[in-house]
Antibody, heavy 126, light 107 residues
């Protein structure tokens, strides 16, 4: 069974740091791009970042650039999100998701996120 | 950034009704669009990919259409388990962006 399990969420003070993890199973993790998506309480979904299979390409939403770092360890089938300088507006449920990106005859094709974890909650508050 | 304008933001419908949700992109995104269903306290679940392809295991009452800037999710006959929130996602360019969501409630 394809599965993603997030962990590492919790309560942190403004300006603090937190590292989220996502453990993948049931598929060849190293073959896929991976994304983080978040959802603030009572709000919609916001894509945060994604990372290529070998970690050589990473993309971020502007609101987290310079503060968050996405990374992965293919040997451990794990995805990470290091979050620094946290703000109240970063309070959200954070989901990891498998991201379908490929290349056909030199052209990048994307199919979005197909498999999602159950989420981990991050609360930034004093 | 590409803005995704989703409408309506909420709707009330009865079991058996036909429901249509629309997403408009601020610029052309080919068919790089997916539709997701989310129930309270749960992770999103993909229903449609590539604008009109049905995700495996999803009931055929769900369908998607459109290309370029205008996209539609249709539920042909609303079932009790379909009361949820729905989101579109464009993955044509970065940053990926979601529509604001549509909450489908019981009339």
């Amino acid at each position: 069974e394809v599965q993603l399990v997030e962990s590492g969420g919790g309560l942190v003070q403004p300006g603090g740091s937190l590292r989220l993890s996502c453990a993948a199973s049931g598929f060849t993790f190293s073959n896929y791009w991976m994304s983080w998506v978040r959802q603030a309480p009572g709000k919609g979904l916001e894509w945060v970042a994604n990372i290529k299979q070998d970690g050589s390409e990473k993309y971020y939403v502007d609101s987290v650039k310079g503060r968050f770092t996405i990374s992965r360890d293919n040997a451990k089938n794990s995805l990470y999100l290091q979050m620094n300088s946290l703000r109240a507006e970063d309070t959200a449920v954070y989901y990891c998701a498998r991201d379908l990106v490929g290349m056909v005859r030199g052209v990048i094709i994307t199919f979005g996120m197909d498999v999602w974890g159950q989420g981990t909650t991050v609360t930034v508050s004093s | 950034d590409i803005q995704m304008t989703q409408s309506p933001s909420s709707l009330s419908a009865s079991v058996g009704d036909r429901v249509t949700i629309t997403c408009r992109a601020s610029q052309g995104i080919r068919n790089d669009l997916g539709w997701y269903q989310q129930k309270p306290g749960k992770a999103p679940k993909r229903l449609i990919y590539a604008a009109s392809s049905l995700q495996s295991g999803v009931p055929s009452r769900f369908s998607g259409s459109g290309s370029g800037t205008e996209f539609t999710l249709t539920i042909s006959s609303l079932q009790p388990e379909d009361f949820a929130s729905y989101y579109c996602l464009q993955h044509s360019s970065y940053p990926r962006t979601f529509g604001q969501g549509t909450k489908v409630e019981i009339k």
